[in-house]
């Protein structure tokens, strides 16, 4: 893969200034995030989607079972084994054994590496690793030849009373990249071994404007850290909770909040001397893999979806029904790699509360203002020089190192976010 780094397009403005704060404030920033991490609890793991427009950087998606493992540099191997080893003994300070349960797409060979990928870091972090399916194709031991020239052996996961297994392999904890957008399977309600991440963020009950909730006081109480507008790197949304695409019910929910959205966006181009045309994003408000999305820069594009449009947005993984929608602030990217140039946008994975590395998604056939998590997009792994935490002060605030650096900070402002959701969820379902 390509270690290019990307061009970014339009470099001057906030972005800089928001940079040159991020690095001036580095010592307080990494401060803050230590007492974070001391009073919640990180995830698992998680990856986040970044868009950075050279006046703004900010999320707009945050996955706590994150695929694409298969993208990261070996380069930084050495960070996901120390990281795995921390995330898996916080939970199971004795775990000798665990069990990986994947996502049921067999079929999904792109996927598969990175299962496979993904064991491979946990064995050599020194865990014995087998992968326990859920799917109802899989009834015995089945090994899949990968095209990278890797064998993936999958076995059906079993439980016997209130503890999972496979045929007597008892693990100390199951290690879950499985999201459950069909919802909890019965094997996996009320085990004794601990579930990484928990049940209770699965996309069956997780709600993103829930986290981008999170997220948004996260960055408010960051921003008076660095002193800057916390708007540089949160984009605002909305939702509405009773959709359905197809029988046009809540249309009018979504015609008045991207209104009224794309008037408070408009507000702060006009503070900031932005001549861009604002714009929103309507996604269902749970799911992932960059099903039922779409932009819009008028509210009448809701009122008059043509009925394939309706079709594609009422859809979700595995076959289920969008119900609820959030409204986003899109976030253009004029981030660029290759020539022709395709647009590009950083996804930065972490591990416990360490970043871990990353890969830029590329898509040729989508503008600075479409969604790239699309069929056709490719990938190229970001060219950290380190792992993205230590930035260079004899560079320039936009240079590769403080760039990647600052994708790094707006990344674990995502997490911390979202451990904050897992807290508040894991508490309700205790409740």
């Not at 008076?224 to 790197?233: A, F, G, R, S, Y």
């Not at 039922?292 to 009448?300: E, L, N, S, W």
Request: negative net charge; aromatic residues 8%; contains cysteine.
């Amino acid at each position: 893969m390509s270690q290019a780094v990307p061009n970014l397009t339009v470099a001057a403005g906030p972005v800089l200034e928001l940079e040159s704060r991020l690095l001036e404030a580095q010592p307080a920033i990494e401060a803050w995030l230590r007492r974070q991490w001391a009073v919640t609890t990180a995830p698992f793991y998680c990856s986040v989607d970044l868009r950075n427009a050279g006046f703004k950087l900010a999320p707009v998606d945050t996955n706590l079972f994150p695929a694409g493992f298969n993208n990261l540099s070996p380069n930084f191997d050495s960070l996901c084994l120390q990281a795995l080893q921390v995330a898996v003994e916080r939970t199971c300070p004795t775990a000798a054994k665990l069990v990986l349960v994947p996502e049921n797409h067999t079929r999904n060979r792109f996927y598969m590496e990175s299962v496979a990928r993904l064991k491979g870091l946990l064995q050599r972090a020194g865990f014995e690793v087998r992968v326990g399916s859920i799917s109802p194709e899989i009834t015995e031991p089945t090994t899949l030849d990968l095209d990278s020239g890797a064998q993936l052996t999958l076995e059906p996961l079993q439980r016997n009373a209130d503890h999972l297994h496979i045929d007597g392999y008892f693990p100390c904890a199951v290690v879950l990249n499985n999201d459950l957008s069909g919802g909890v399977p019965e094997i996996l309600r009320g085990v004794a071994q601990p579930l990484l991440p928990p049940a209770e963020v699965s996309w069956a009950q997780r709600l993103k404007s829930q986290h981008f909730a999170h997220y948004r006081e996260v960055t408010r109480e960051f921003a008076e850290i660095i002193d800057i507008d916390p708007w540089l790197m949160t984009p605002a949304f909305r939702n509405c909770g009773n959709i359905n695409f197809l029988k046009r019910e809540g249309e009018e929910c979504l015609a008045d909040n991207v209104e009224t959205l794309l008037a408070e966006i408009q507000a702060k181009y006009d503070e900031y001397g932005i001549d861009k045309d604002p714009f929103v994003v309507i996604k269902a408000d749970a799911g992932t893999y960059g099903m039922g999305v779409m932009t819009a820069k008028h509210p009448d594009e809701l009122r008059t979806l043509n009925r394939n449009m309706r079709k594609k947005m009422a859809s979700a993984k595995g076959g289920g029904e969008v119900t609820g929608a959030i409204i986003q602030e899109g976030v253009y990217t004029f981030e660029t790699i290759g020539e022709p140039p395709a647009v590009a946008e950083p996804v930065v994975y972490m591990i416990d509360h360490h970043v871990v590395g990353g890969f830029y998604r590329v898509h040729e056939g989508r503008g600075t203002d479409e969604n790239l998590n699309a069929p056709g997009a490719r990938f190229h792994q970001l060219a950290f020089a380190d792992p993205g935490i230590a930035p260079d002060a004899s560079c320039s605030p936009d240079d590769t190192p403080n760039r990647f650096y600052a994708y790094g900070v707006v990344a674990r402002l995502a997490m911390l976010a979202a451990a904050r959701e897992i807290r508040s969820s894991v508490h309700e379902a205790a409740a």
